[in-house]
C-alpha cells in the first residue's frame, strides 16, 4: 500500500482504519473459508487477480508463488487428516 499511496495522502485516522478496523467487506471472506477446498478456491481466485492487475515482473512471481505454497501446504494438511 505505501507504493500505491503518496506520502500525505493518507495519515491520522485513516491510516489507523486501514490497518487496525474491520471491514464489513471482509466478513463474507471470513464464511467462505470455512473449508480447505473453500481456501484453496481463495487462493487460486487472488491468484488470478494478481495475474491479471500486475504485469509480469519478480515481486509478482515472488507472491504467485507463495500462493502456489499455501495450496500445496493445505493440500497436504488435507491428505495428511490433519
Do not use: W
Not at 19 to 35: G, I
Not at 59 to 72: A, E, N
Amino acid at each position: 500500500m505505501g507504493l500505491e499511496i503518496g506520502r500525505g495522502e493518507l495519515e491520522g485516522p485513516e491510516l489507523f482504519e486501514v490497518y487496525y478496523t474491520d471491514v464489513e467487506a471482509d466478513f463474507p471472506y471470513r464464511d467462505m473459508a470455512k473449508s480447505p477446498d473453500e481456501v484453496v478456491a481463495m487462493l487460486a481466485d487472488l491468484k488470478q487477480k494478481l495475474k491479471s492487475g500486475y504485469p509480469d515482473c519478480a515481486p509478482l512471481r515472488r507472491q504467485l508463488h507463495r500462493i502456489d505454497m499455501s495450496v500445496s501446504l493445505t493440500n497436504n494438511m488435507t491428505r495428511s487428516g490433519a
